[in-house]
């Protein structure tokens, strides 16, 4: 039997914040991507946010989805992307105002809780996961 999504902890230090944003950061740079990279913690609160030089604008919003859809529903973005995907009754969550069904957001899991969230918007979806999971790694998570 599943055990399910991971629950929540306590909030994310602005310390370790700093550490997943640094990580974040050197990935999007050494790959000469500009980004938005959104980091909330537990309670959905914003931490963290930097919008690297010569970003769109709309990544702002769209970041920051990616992390509310990660933290609030305790799974990656990408999971409502593939489940829209795949079609059928799935379709449904193309009308809730609160997901945002796009790789790049995710949760941000350390000793088996949910400390936060990442988002990133500015590249591919995929590319905008790499930054993501590359900030999170920097905890060991």
Request: hydrophobic share 45%; net charge neutral.
């Amino acid at each position: 039997m599943s055990q399910g999504p991971a629950p929540y902890g306590a909030p994310i230090t602005l310390e370790a914040a700093k550490k997943v944003m640094a990580a974040a950061e050197a990935e999007a740079n050494a790959n000469n991507w500009s980004v938005v990279i959104y980091i909330l913690d537990s309670g959905g609160n914003a931490v963290m946010l930097h919008r690297l030089d010569n970003t769109q604008y709309g990544s702002l919003v769209v970041a920051e989805g990616k992390a509310r859809t990660a933290l609030n529903f305790r799974r990656p973005s990408k999971a409502f992307q593939d489940l829209i995907a795949g079609g059928g009754p799935a379709h449904g969550f193309l009308t809730f105002s609160n997901i945002t069904a796009v790789q790049g957001g995710l949760p941000i899991i350390i000793d088996g809780k949910i400390i936060g969230a990442i988002g990133v918007s500015g590249v591919t979806s995929a590319q905008d996961e790499q930054i993501a999971g590359a900030g999170i790694k920097a905890l060991g998570g």
